[in-house]
């Protein structure tokens, strides 16, 4: 990665010689010394023909004599972590901190870097003892505790990643979105999959509690509750997610459908429910809904004058779909055979619609992650749907 940056190796051993050299002469040596400058120039040899064990080794003795060449030592160890060999990276930052001659601020960069080290070459445990002792240093601190959440996410572990958050959330906005409550309801999915059902309700009781915005817990709340049968519960948990956030309406809609069936709920109140939400949001997955229900409850003919009356309002290629299909059921002779070459094309338009795509990195796919797989963002991405002027919109 980033291969010129290790052109610039002289230039920041260089820095250091300056630096010392400076040094000897505020120290009113006149000269750095014969010596001292043989010395690097032998590093910087060893260091430009690959050499970097006597490289190192050379530079090192260099640091036994002049502090300040110290930050030249850590850019150095930097610059082979950047250049991908992170065994001399850790070398090199190892070497510094084992030889005592740092100050506070130097030790505290020093091990920074090394727990950088060890994190690209997927050492999680060493990373994480190294930013845990970092997370009260004034200067170290807040950098320290992002490294770790980035750490307890990657390895799942959501407790971990919770106490982190908070501690970070005190510091001010945390860099990926990251919440508590989104950590509550990965806890409250690993319970579900194992069957923990009280377990996974405490978790999701704390996450509605710790963001009433929550629109992720109150859909694993009521996908645990169909799970038990408790549909009228689910039904309660599915309303709450149109107030939490209207882009998500779409999510409940076939498990809403589900719960009124259940429940020998009256097909004319569900009827009811998705025209409001047609008509408030002008939805097009509700329209859909709606056009669905109308079919089985009333027939084609109701169905298909209600998708003419969407398509005049918000006409979009699903609504059109929708509608060859229902105009396939009683078409016969030759205007069947034209409707299903329409029907066949624009299914095929349809084909590469997405269902969801990231607000912050673009990332655009059929499942809904509440972490974006591109980005790591939490909560970017968000359903593309045609809302009131037809196009695609996120409800951004
Ligand atoms: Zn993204």
Request: charged fraction near 25%; glycine fraction near 8%; charge should be neutral.
């Given at each position: 990665?980033?291969?010129w940056?290790?052109?610039?190796l002289?230039?920041?051993?260089?820095?250091?010689?300056?630096?010392?050299?400076n040094?000897?002469?505020?120290?009113g040596?006149?000269?750095p010394?014969?010596?001292?400058r043989?010395?690097y120039?032998r590093?910087?040899?060893?260091l430009?023909?690959?050499?970097t064990?006597?490289?190192?080794?050379?530079?090192?003795s260099?640091?036994?004599?002049?502090r300040?060449?110290?930050?030249?030592?850590?850019?150095?160890?930097?610059?082979?972590?950047?250049?991908?060999?992170?065994?001399?990276?850790?070398?090199?930052?190892?070497?510094?901190?084992?030889?005592g001659?740092?100050?506070?601020?130097?030790?505290?960069?020093a091990?920074?870097?090394?727990?950088?080290?060890?994190?690209?070459?997927?050492?999680?445990?060493?990373?994480?003892?190294?930013?845990g002792?970092?997370?009260d240093?004034?200067?170290?601190?807040?950098?320290?505790?992002?490294?770790?959440?980035a750490?307890?996410?990657?390895?799942?572990?959501?407790q971990?990643?919770?106490?982190?958050?908070?501690?970070?959330?005190r510091?001010g906005?945390?860099?990926h979105?990251?919440?508590?409550?989104?950590?509550?309801?990965?806890?409250?999915?690993?319970?579900?999959?194992a069957?923990r059902?009280e377990?996974?309700?405490?978790w999701?009781?704390?996450?509605r509690?710790?963001?009433?915005?929550c629109?992720r817990?109150?859909?694993?709340?009521?996908?645990?509750?169909?799970r038990?049968?408790?549909?009228?519960?689910?039904?309660?948990?599915l309303?709450?997610?149109?107030?939490q956030d209207?882009?998500?309406?779409q999510?409940?809609?076939e498990?809403?459908?589900i719960?009124?069936e259940?429940l020998?709920?009256?097909?004319?109140?569900?009827?009811?429910?998705l025209?409001?939400?047609?008509?408030?949001?002008?939805?097009?997955s509700?329209?859909?809904a709606?056009?669905?229900q109308?079919?089985?409850e009333?027939g084609?003919?109701?169905?298909?004058?209600?998708?003419?009356?969407?398509?005049?309002?918000?006409?979009?290629?699903?609504?059109?779909?929708?509608m060859?299909?229902?105009?396939?059921?009683?078409?016969?002779?030759?205007?069947?055979e034209?409707l299903?070459?329409?029907?066949?094309?624009?299914?095929?338009?349809?084909?590469?619609a997405v269902?969801?795509?990231?607000?912050?990195?673009?990332?655009?796919?059929?499942?809904?992650?509440?972490?974006c797989?591109s980005?790591?963002?939490?909560?970017?991405?968000?359903p593309?749907?045609?809302?009131?002027?037809?196009?695609?919109?996120?409800f951004?």
């Amino acid at each position: 990665m980033q291969d010129w940056l290790f052109l610039l190796l002289p230039v920041a051993a260089a820095s250091g010689w300056f630096a010392a050299k400076n040094h000897y002469i505020q120290k009113g040596r006149g000269d750095p010394g014969q010596e001292f400058r043989q010395a690097y120039c032998r590093g910087l040899n060893y260091l430009l023909s690959e050499k970097t064990d006597k490289a190192i080794d050379t530079f090192a003795s260099l640091l036994e004599s002049d502090r300040e060449t110290i930050e030249t030592h850590i850019a150095l160890g930097n610059l082979f972590r950047r250049r991908g060999d992170l065994e001399r990276a850790i070398e090199i930052h190892e070497n510094l901190i084992q030889k005592g001659v740092l100050d506070t601020e130097q030790r505290a960069l020093a091990q920074y870097e090394l727990g950088l080290d060890y994190l690209r070459s997927g050492l999680f445990d060493r990373a994480e003892i190294i930013f845990g002792n970092l997370i009260d240093h004034p200067g170290r601190g807040r950098a320290a505790l992002q490294q770790l959440l980035a750490i307890f996410q990657h390895e799942k572990e959501w407790q971990k990643a919770i106490e982190c958050t908070r501690k970070l959330a005190r510091l001010g906005k945390l860099p990926h979105g990251e919440s508590v409550a989104q950590f509550l309801c990965e806890l409250a999915e690993e319970a579900l999959a194992a069957h923990r059902n009280e377990e996974a309700f405490q978790w999701l009781e704390q996450a509605r509690a710790e963001d009433t915005g929550c629109v992720r817990a109150n859909l694993l709340l009521a996908r645990m509750r169909m799970r038990d049968g408790l549909y009228e519960e689910a039904l309660l948990a599915l309303k709450q997610v149109e107030a939490q956030d209207p882009a998500y309406i779409q999510e409940i809609l076939e498990p809403l459908q589900i719960c009124y069936e259940r429940l020998n709920k009256s097909p004319a109140e569900l009827m009811g429910y998705l025209g409001y939400v047609y008509e408030t949001y002008g939805l097009e997955s509700a329209a859909l809904a709606l056009a669905r229900q109308l079919r089985t409850e009333r027939g084609n003919g109701r169905a298909i004058e209600h998708l003419q009356r969407v398509l005049e309002a918000h006409p979009s290629l699903k609504t059109l779909n929708a509608m060859t299909g229902l105009l396939l059921e009683e078409k016969n002779g030759a205007q069947r055979e034209a409707l299903i070459r329409l029907d066949r094309a624009i299914d095929r338009l349809c084909a590469g619609a997405v269902r969801y795509r990231c607000s912050h990195c673009g990332f655009s796919g059929n499942e809904l992650h509440w972490r974006c797989p591109s980005c790591r963002h939490w909560v970017a991405m968000r359903p593309v749907t045609a809302g009131r002027s037809g196009s695609a919109s996120g409800f951004q």
